[in-house]
């Protein structure tokens, strides 16, 4: 998953074909987020934090964003505190709301027949339903009207992190 997008993807040789789309299509619809395993997620999620904070030029990154976007989503970090706050109801939710046929696209490659694959797949995700959410508003990200420096203090660091950059035209 990233700020952007989130991708369910298998591997399989043609010859186990079916099984792994049905595998695919059952992970997709009926996810369970068993506690045991989001704890070992969140237990990595929150070891790779605590590098990353560790990390000048991380938290340079982290600082640039934030001032750069602004209460804009693309401006908020993770903390450990929003890590720990994640549980099975929130990611049942989130499934709930945005998993839906209306916003799946799937890629396929591999010596596949695109009307076979099609066939496959419809027949591997059949009863999958729901309807897109709209989407929220996002505010725009602050103009710049001039040149700013911020600097952070990170007292002992053996190094320095320096971030610069400017938002690029919407897409």
């Given at each position: 998953?990233s700020?952007d997008w989130l991708?369910v ?11 792994g789309l ?7 619809m009926?996810?369970?987020f068993?506690?045991d395993?989001?704890?070992?997620a ?8 605590q590098l990353?904070l560790s990390?000048p ?11 750069l976007?602004g209460?804009h989503?693309y401006g908020?970090?993770e ?5 720990k706050?994640i549980t099975h109801d929130?990611?049942a939710a989130?499934?709930?709301?945005y ?8 890629v396929?490659a ?14 591997s995700?059949m009863g999958?339903s729901?309807t ?5 508003a996002?505010?725009a990200?602050?103009?710049r009207?001039?040149?700013?420096l911020v ?8 190094q320095a992190?320096n971030?610069?950059g400017?938002p690029?035209?919407?897409?």
């Open positions: 998953a700020a991708s993807d298998v591997t399989v040789l043609t010859d186990f074909l079916d099984t049905d595998l695919l299509a059952d992970v997709v009926n996810p369970t068993p506690q395993e989001l704890e070992t969140r237990g990595r999620a929150l070891s790779a934090l990353q990390q030029g991380a938290v340079a990154q982290r600082r640039f964003l934030a001032e976007y209460s989503p908020a970090s903390t450990p505190a929003s890590v706050a929130d990611l989130f499934h709930d709301a998993f839906t046929p209306d916003d799946a696209l799937f396929v591999g010596a596949v027949d695109p009307d076979d694959i099609a066939r496959r797949l419809d027949e995700f999958w729901g897109a959410p709209e989407r929220p996002r505010p990200p602050p103009e009207q001039r040149r700013e600097v952070g203090n990170k007292p002992r660091a053996g992190g971030v610069s400017q690029l035209a919407r897409r």
